[in-house]
């Protein structure tokens, strides 16, 4: 009942011609909203009709706003025979229905048809007036916002985030019906076009439907994707976070979180700098005490359930298995407390830190699992840690922890799956990261026998999910984030994926946070600090004493940039071999020696240089079976991609002097006869983690001279290449941070070890013996031909071009001063493995790897004119369309960034210590999530001046820096600020001329759409005001570089089908594609500049199904894409340039400018 | 391993201002390739012949999709399909329009029809431009012909609306407009000479003074068609050589104020009546279509040549030009003082762009 909607269709301009005679066309417009249908009159002999047509009134159930698009079709009148269409615009009015939302839906949409692609444009208004439905069974849920971004949307808060919501909707395919077989491909295509615009909305409802159940008004991170089965029907899923969110009445003040925030004097001890001297009072001299044991490597993170022949893959992983296995570290420990009342006081606190201070170091959380696994050593554990008199510590992990974990689980456990979507988390949010936990399943489709019922399906994807819940609590961990879902579909085999991170969140911002939760979150974040005390009580007792803020243990620890780091399971009882270490920041947790993720690098988090794009590739020949024999040929294939892609990932990693892995996305694709397994992620150096060791090349025959001499060869090549790329990525690890303070790991081989870990990579090889065993060396046997391929392939990956950086996350690690000129694309490849079956599968690794290098080589090259720039978001999609063909689609964005200033700080990051990281911490005070490019930028600033009482330092080392911002740009003609206003001058000058203009076409231009003048409001730069075409920055980040997002008007998520059957004549294959890319982007563009918007962030294309048959001359292609439309401002506009009387040149400048005022 | 497909699509779309240059000018993809690895691309940015090819190919695909909107420059502008800077937009269009000089000296004042087209080859071969460029340039003309042929109002002004060119650029295109229009014989041997910047000027001259719109800008006719009432009443001029007194007196009044100013005084005494005759017989003429063709050639062959050849410098030209047309101001007897600045003040700053080596 309760909505009315209300259409006007006002003109269209550049129509094609449709009566061939006349060279003109008579349109007019059908307006369809569920059953309901207007018409407005034709427009006769005109390809710029002017309609404006009245208001068309549809009176529906909300439930249909959610579920309907607004279809609007432009038809060429004919008299005498059928009325032609000329196409339609399909528009998700979803947008309008949340009560912040755009009044008003209004502006030039392209006329879409699936055949001829963009026939001319439309202008549309679009109006919803919504009446309170108050009825607690209501089917729909209007007013639930929806964001695609990763992380809390910038001009929100988070009150509560409740957790993961997750639907799907399964339906038949229209192109696989009966009907199919007689009516027109057009037909077909709308038929799909509208279908799936039907079950998208209908699973927003549904997910939204949830979200309110949960007491949340929005999701964030919604993810939604289509499975094209086939034949067995059409499947649309989705997940995502529910969340309550609070707007932030003023989009310029920071992001705080609700409370537990770090107190500012804090700063002013920092810890690792305290000059102290450490006394050790208790434990002996050997704290580290390294303990082998063999528990059966390969199997611990391979294994096959019968069941789903899922596998179970767990990162970090350390080398190939060796003999020696794995190394546990084990502490000598105090006797364990009993257990505390679950209800400790903030009274209390001081007492219990001080008890406390005494506890066993151990930070893991002995989940069932862990428990079972470990039952076999820990006797034997506890005697050695025992003998060496200071009495057992065991698998408790103190009594604090066990508070700290009933208050988590009570906040997790009641959720079937407390998976979050989110990237990015508000600071305080992550506690500890433990890895990578991911589970596949193979199976075989069958068709969807009745589509209300999608029990199939979803019993599938609770059986992953359950995986790898518990997956992370082997972990240690409770929630999972990053999470996401994927699936590859070939034929009748389906293969399903989902990975996350393992982590311990804090359980604070999940609940509502009164009073009392907030206090209790101190005590529950207590012990993850405090369990770091080890033989140091007295020195922690003292800093406590000192200092009572401190006490809020785990804010130092974060405020260090090292906390999520931190190991969340029991040392002793690993889920994995893994070598663990004092984290380098801290001094006082463990910390794994490498972390792999799937999310972006906490913005806390202490980094060292720059990061990098690190891929790893692969393709599998398989037979090509049918049914249960081709399922199983690929679960067995399944475990063995992963290890090879693993092993893949951490052999470049090390490669580049790195130890972490964030953002992590593992695809596997199943073609016919290959599968192809893709690895992306960001890899950087955490100052937290250990350095990571070199790579160690062993030959199998050690007699052979000539052979040596060849392994000694590689062995020189990998080691330049690592120092080489520490230059390049500038990886500095502060090695005399060790001397300054009391190492607290006394031992003085421990401590030998530590520096040779960090001298011999810059050193030469003769550094590198194994005396000390393989703790750090990472040893590549080359035993047979494939080893040596593998290295080499090692060797060949070309460098980045000078000028250039990638990563897959939001924000590159280690570049902060983002210039506004940013370039978002869309490349797509596809290309024929001749004679698959006669290549070695090596040769055809070679060939897929080859093949991605060089679209990476080419994107470089196209984007040169943006150097210095770094490629951020680089997101691969591989599809095997068909026997030979592999598909690789990049959809990435280029962002400049200032040099100058870049070297400026390189070179002041070499004596950047912690201190630095607490200062940046203090900066996320202050700016905090507000955006984090612009939080990186101050922090930038900071690092000349650590000193709060420098200010003027401050301002003056700004004023070094813009000028060269101005140089840059001025040098640069193609430079975003000088075309800005160079734009606006032109776009002037042309309204000029057009308005003296007297034909017909551009009399209708002045008439503009109403939003020009909403666009005027908020002056940006880069709107178009005269002219009639709203500039729509394009990007999948969630963020705009140098610009504040004012609001957020709807999620877009678009999805189009075109074909053809004059391939030829359209350019072939390419002109087709390339077209069509264009198309889409025009699409989304016009719909969010219809909203009021001018960019969308969060940018997605999730699916690019392209199928050819160039014998028959015909294509099909079908695109997905999402995004988040919202309306920034750039600072400039709004800081009318305070401190530098400079015009938009100065950017950057007033960016950090912020930070001076 | 063959790559099938491989597109580059950005939101902003990129161009490659090089790349451009070299589809304007009718470059094949191959041959582009060829000659941006020469331009020593490859060793600047470290890229192989294959990305290069890749990268070509994608602008080429570009520009073909672009050409359609190039064609009509307001939907450029207001099209939604890519997303350009208006600063590129109109670099974008400003070299699509522009031509080639040797290219418009073949075809000025040539009929823009089908069988100019075909000739193109022949001007293709004669100029060493691409037949392809040839061809662009070519529908250029016609199109923009097409388009302000019978519009109301300033031709260069219409010509800046509809296709958004420059000042200068619209000026270009409204000489080629103008002559083509007028069929002016530009091709001859002797007016080999003369570039399509001094034909330009001389437009301008004709455009502003001899048509319709010259005479009252708010006329409802165009501005690519000469006046005829103004060219009907020229052979009134005649009375200048033929009344034999009128002829005498002209000639001593222009040589009484030219006396000592002039290089060549006494050649021009000798050859005044000639000279007048010849500017007097052109303008009489100017009535049949066919002499409005020739009246370059004429021009030249009536009054440069023999100026030439007597060696008359640019000044000496000029001084007699503006005596010869003033004195006739003191000529009681000569009563079309208006038609005769309209037709000298044109005659002479045509003669005076057209006067020299």
Request: charged letters at 20%.
């Amino acid at each position: 009942m309760p909505g009315k909607l209300k259409v006007r269709i006002v003109a269209g301009r550049h129509l094609p011609v449709m009566d061939r005679a006349s060279d003109l066309t008579d349109a007019f417009v059908e307006v369809k909203f569920g059953t309901t249908t207007f018409k407005t009159d034709v427009f006769p002999k005109s390809l710029n009709p002017q309609w404006n047509s009245e208001w068309f009134k549809f009176e529906v159930d909300d439930e249909d706003l959610q579920d309907e698009p607004l279809q609007i079709t432009v038809l060429d009148h004919d008299t005498y025979s059928a009325n032609d269409a000329i196409g339609k615009v399909y528009i998700d009015i979803d947008p309008l229905l949340s009560n912040e939302a755009a009044a008003i839906l209004s502006g030039w949409f392209p006329i879409y048809d699936t055949i001829h692609g963009i026939r001319g444009e439309i202008n549309v208004m679009v109006k919803v007036d919504l009446f309170n439905d108050l009825n607690r069974f209501r089917q729909s849920s209007c007013g639930v916002k929806f964001f695609c971004t990763t992380s809390i949307p910038k001009c929100y808060k988070a009150v509560t985030i409740h957790g993961f919501v997750e639907e799907l909707v399964v339906n038949e395919d229209p192109e696989y019906q009966w009907i199919d077989r007689i009516r027109t491909p057009r037909a077909s295509n709308e038929a799909r076009q509208r279908l799936i615009s039907l079950m998208s909305g209908e699973l927003q409802r549904k997910i939204g439907l949830k979200v309110l159940e949960m007491g949340g008004n929005a999701v964030v991170g919604y993810l939604q994707c289509f499975d094209l089965e086939g034949e067995s029907g059409l499947v649309v899923r989705a997940i995502g976070t529910a969340c309550t969110l609070d707007k932030l009445s003023n989009p310029a003040t920071s992001l705080l979180p609700p409370c537990g925030s770090p107190s500012k004097d804090l700063k002013e001890v920092p810890f690792s700098e305290d000059p102290n001297p450490v006394t050790h009072s208790s434990g002996p001299s050997t704290p580290l005490k390294n303990q082998t044991y063999s528990f059966s490597p390969s199997k611990s993170y391979s294994r096959q359930s019968s069941s789903s022949d899922t596998d179970l893959s767990l990162t970090p992983k350390t080398a190939a298995p060796s003999p020696e296995g794995p190394r546990i570290f084990l502490f000598p420990s105090s006797p364990p407390f009993s257990s505390s009342s679950p209800h400790h006081k903030s009274t209390q606190l001081l007492r219990s830190a001080a008890l406390h201070s005494l506890t066993p170091p151990h930070s893991g959380h002995v989940s069932p699992v862990c428990l079972r696994k470990s039952v076999s050593f820990n006797e034997e554990l506890l005697l050695t840690a025992s003998g060496m008199g200071s009495g057992s510590g065991g698998k408790d992990g103190g009594p604090l922890k066990t508070l700290y974990r009933q208050q988590t689980q009570s906040a997790f456990e009641h959720r079937e799956f407390p998976f979050f979507t989110l990237t990015t988390f508000p600071p305080g949010f992550l506690v500890h990261v433990g890895g990578v936990v991911s589970a596949r399943s193979v199976k075989l489709l069958d068709r969807i026998h009745n589509p209300d019922e999608p029990e199939t399906r979803d019993a599938w994807w609770a059986e992953i999910r359950q995986e790898i819940k518990s997956h992370g609590k082997a972990l240690g961990c409770h929630a999972v984030i990053g999470y996401s879902e994927s699936t590859s579909i070939c034929e009748e085999v389906c293969i399903l994926s989902a990975s996350g991170t393992a982590a311990v969140l804090n359980p604070k911002m999940l609940q509502d946070c009164s009073m009392e939760g907030c206090s209790e979150h101190r005590l529950s974040r207590q012990p993850s600090f405090f369990s770091t005390g080890s033989e140091k009580g007295e020195f922690d007792f003292f800093l406590q004493c000192q200092d009572s803020a401190s006490i809020l243990g785990l804010d130092d620890a974060s405020s260090l940039g090292c906390s999520f780091c931190h190991i969340p399971y029991d040392e002793l009882n690993m889920p994995f071999p893994a070598h663990l270490t004092y984290c380098y920041v801290c001094r006082k947790q463990k910390v794994p020696d490498v972390l792999f993720t799937t999310i972006e690098p906490p913005l806390e988090a202490a980094v060292t240089g720059k990061g990098c794009l690190i891929q790893a590739r692969l393709c599998r020949q398989k037979k090509k079976t049918q049914g249960e024999a081709n399922a199983t040929a690929i679960s067995n294939l399944l475990p063995f991609m992963e290890y090879e892609l693993h092993t893949q990932l951490m052999n470049k990693l090390k490669l580049k002097g790195m130890n972490a892995l964030f953002g992590l996305r593992i695809q596997i694709t199943v073609g016919e006869n290959m599968l192809m397994g893709l690895a992306s992620a960001t890899g950087v150096y955490l100052t937290a983690l250990p350095s990571p060791g070199g790579i160690q090349i062993a030959g199998k025959t050690p007699n052979d001279s000539s052979y040596e001499q060849h392994i000694s060869n590689i062995q020189k090549k990998i080691n330049d290449m690592i120092i080489k790329n520490r230059e390049i990525y500038e990886i500095n690890p502060p090695e005399v941070l060790e001397e300054l303070l009391g190492s607290p790991i006394p031992e003085t081989r421990q401590r030998s070890r530590l520096f040779r870990s960090q001298s011999e990579s810059s050193d030469d090889v003769s550094e590198l013996d194994l005396s000390h065993g393989k703790k750090d060396a990472f040893v590549l046997e080359i035993d047979d031909a494939d080893a040596v391929e593998d290295i080499h392939s090692l060797l060949t990956d070309a460098p980045t071009p000078a000028g250039f950086y990638s990563c897959n996350t939001e924000i590159m690690p280690g570049i902060n001063n983002w210039t506004s000129d940013l370039q978002m694309f869309t490349s797509v490849r596809v290309f024929r493995l001749n004679n698959v079956t006669s290549l070695t599968s090596h040769g055809l690794n070679k060939a897929f790897s080859d093949h991605c290098e060089n679209l990476l080589k080419t994107l470089y090259f196209k984007l040169r004119s943006m150097i210095p720039c770094c490629l951020c978001h680089v997101n691969f999609n591989v599809a095997l369309p068909e026997d030979e063909l592999i598909q690789v689609a990049v959809t990435a964005v280029a962002i400049t960034y200032d040099k100058d200033q870049v070297q400026y700080i390189s070179k002041a990051s070499t004596d950047k210590t912690i201190l630095k990281a607490s200062l940046e911490n203090e900066d996320q005070l202050q700016f905090t999530l507000e955006l984090c490019m612009e939080s990186q930028s101050n922090q930038s600033a900071l690092h000349f001046s650590p000193s709060k009482t420098a200010g003027i330092t401050e301002s003056g080392s700004l004023q070094q820096v813009t000028p060269a911002a101005q140089r840059a740009t001025s040098v640069d003609y193609s430079s975003f600020a000088d075309r800005c206003s160079s734009w606006i001058e032109f776009i002037k000058q042309k309204a000029q001329t057009i308005r003296r203009g007297s034909i017909k076409t551009i009399a209708s231009l002045d008439k503009a759409s109403p939003l020009a003048e909403a666009h005027t409001r908020h002056r940006s730069p880069i709107s178009c005001t005269t002219s009639t075409v709203t500039v729509v920055e394009m990007t999948p980040l969630s963020f705009i570089p140098g610009a504040k997002i004012a609001k957020y008007l709807g999620i877009i998520n678009m999805f189009f089908i075109r074909e053809t059957t004059s391939l030829r004549e359209e350019g072939g294959v390419s002109g087709f594609l390339h077209a069509f890319i264009a198309e889409v982007f025009a699409m989304v563009r016009a719909h969010v500049a219809a909203l009021g918007g001018n960019a969308v962030v969060s940018y997605i294309m999730k699916q690019c199904v392209f199928m050819e048959n160039p014998n028959k001359n015909q294509a099909q292609c079908l695109i997905n894409v999402s995004g988040d439309a919202v309306n920034f401002f750039r600072d400039a506009d709004v800081e009318s340039a305070p401190s530098q009387p400079q015009t938009s040149g100065s950017q950057t400048g007033n960016g950090s400018g912020d930070l001076v005022t | 391993m063959a790559l099938e497909l491989d597109v580059f699509v950005g939101n902003t779309t990129l161009i490659d201002k090089d790349v451009y240059k070299l589809w304007l000018d009718g470059y094949s993809v191959s041959d582009a390739v060829t000659y941006r690895i020469q331009s020593g691309i490859l060793e600047q940015t470290d890229a192989t012949p294959d990305v290069l090819e890749s990268d070509t190919m994608d602008h080429y695909r570009t520009f073909q999709m672009l050409e359609r909107l190039l064609h009509s420059p307001p939907k450029l502008i207001n099209q939604l399909l890519f997303q350009i800077p208006p600063p590129m937009q109109s670099m974008l269009i400003e070299k699509y329009y522009t031509f080639d000089e040797p290219f418009v000296r073949e075809v000025l004042g040539k009929k823009l029809s089908k069988g100019t087209k075909k000739d193109l080859d022949d001007v293709s071969a004669k100029t060493a431009i691409t037949l392809k460029s040839c061809r662009r340039q070519f529908d250029n003309f016609k199109r923009v012909f097409k388009v302000v042929e019978e519009m109301k109002g300033p031709l260069v002004e219409n010509i800046q609306q509809n296709f958004l060119l420059s000042d200068r650029l619209a000026g270009d295109y409204a000489a080629v407009v103008f002559f083509a229009n007028n069929r002016f014989e530009t091709g001859k041997k002797k007016l080999q000479y003369l570039t399509f910047e001094d034909f330009a000027c001389c437009a301008e001259q004709l455009i502003s003074n001899w048509t319709l719109g010259a005479v009252d800008c708010m006329v409802d006719d165009m501005d690519v068609d000469l006046d005829r009432e103004f060219l009907q009443d020229l052979k009134d001029l005649k009375v200048l050589i033929t009344d034999k007194d009128l002829l005498d007196q002209h000639k001593s009044l222009v040589c009484t104020a030219l006396r000592g100013k002039v290089s060549v005084f006494t050649e021009m005494e000798a050859n005044f009546k000639n000279l007048s005759r010849a500017l007097i017989n052109i303008a009489a003429k100017l009535i049949h279509t066919k002499d409005v063709r020739d009246l370059f050639i004429d021009l030249v062959e009536k009054f440069i040549e023999p100026c030439k050849s007597e060696r008359w410098n640019y000044n000496d030209v000029s001084l007699f030009l503006t005596h010869y047309t003033n004195s006739a101001r003191a000529l009681d007897a000569f009563k079309h003082q208006s038609l005769w600045e309209r037709y000298m003040g044109t005659i002479k700053s045509c003669i005076m762009t057209m006067y020299h080596e």
